[in-house]
C-alpha cells in the first residue's frame, strides 16, 4: 500500500501539466429565482442556448448503468427525443446497456457543454418507449444506418471489421428496393429523471448548483447545493 502511494506521487510530481490544468469559469451565474419550475423546462432553455451556440455533438450525453455484479458503466449515447416525462435515446436492446438496464433500471445521465461553463445530471429509471415511436424514429434514420441497426450485434465479440462489412454487403442486398423494417431487438428508452441538477460554473471553484428533486406527489422541489 506504501508502495502504491509513493509510485502514484511520484507519477503525480512527474506529470506538473495535468496539476496545472485549471480554467476559471466566468461566463454566467445560476440562481434560483431564475430557473423554471419544472426541470425540463429548464433544460430546454439551456439547451436553446446550446443549439444557438452552434457546439459540436450538442445531444451528447454520458448514460451510466450498472452491470449484473453491481460495478458502474458509462458510454455516450445521443439525446434523440424529449417531452415532460424524460429524456429519449435509441439503441439496441441487446447491447451491454441493454442488458444493464433490463437488470436494472435506475440509471443517470450527463450532459457537458465547456464552451457555455455548464453541466446537467439527471437521476432517474428507464422505460421503453412505445413500438410505435421506435418505428417512427427509425424511419427517420438514413437508410444505411437501418442497415447498420440490423448488422450489429451490438457488445458481442467478433473476430474482425471484414465481419461487419459482409454483414452490411449481404443485408443490403436483401433489402434492396424495399422498406427496412425495424430490428425487434433495436428501440427507444426514456430516462424519467427523479434527481436533475444544473450546473453553472463560477469564478474560484465557486460554483452554481442548482438541484431539483421529484417528491412523492410528483411535484419538484428546488434548493441550492455547496460547489
Known amino acids: 500500500m506504501i ?32 430557473v423554471a419550475p419544472h426541470p425540463v423546462s429548464q433544460f430546454r432553455h439551456w439547451f436553446a442556448e446550446v443549439i444557438a451556440a452552434k457546439l459540436p455533438e450538442p445531444n451528447a450525453m454520458h448514460l451510466s448503468t450498472v452491470k449484473v455484479d453491481g ?46 461553463e455548464r453541466q446537467v445530471r439527471v437521476e432517474g429509471f428507464v422505460e421503453k418507449v412505445s413500438e410505435q415511436d421506435s418505428d ?42 424495399q422498406i ?3 430490428p425487434p431487438h433495436w428501440g427507444g428508452y426514456r430516462v424519467i429523471p427523479q434527481v436533475m441538477e444544473f450546473w453553472q460554473g463560477r469564478p474560484s471553484r465557486l460554483h452554481d448548483r442548482i438541484v431539483y428533486t421529484r417528491s412523492h406527489d410528483l411535484s419538484w422541489q428546488i434548493a441550492r447545493l455547496s460547489p
Not at 17 to 26: H, I
Not at 74 to 95: A, H, M, P, Q, W
Not at 153 to 173: A, G, K, V, Y
Open 3 to 34: 508502495y502504491f502511494a509513493q509510485k502514484t506521487l511520484l507519477l503525480f510530481m512527474s506529470t506538473p501539466s495535468l496539476a496545472d490544468l485549471r480554467k476559471d469559469y466566468t461566463l454566467h451565474g445560476l440562481d434560483i429565482a431564475d
Open 71 to 116: 460495478k458502474p458503466s458509462g458510454r455516450i449515447v445521443l439525446l434523440k427525443g424529449l417531452d415532460d416525462n424524460g429524456f429519449i435515446f435509441f439503441t439496441n436492446y441487446e447491447s451491454s446497456k441493454g442488458i444493464e438496464i433490463n437488470h436494472n433500471p435506475a440509471v443517470a445521465l450527463t450532459f457537458f457543454w465547456p464552451e457555455l
Open 136 to 177: 417512427t424514429y427509425f424511419q427517420s434514420r438514413p437508410r444505411e444506418s437501418q442497415i447498420g441497426a440490423w448488422v450489429s450485434h451490438q457488445s458481442q465479440f467478433i473476430p474482425d471489421r471484414e465481419t461487419l462489412e459482409r454483414r452490411t454487403q449481404t443485408l443490403t442486398q436483401k433489402f434492396k428496393n
Open 180 to 182: 427496412i423494417t425495424r
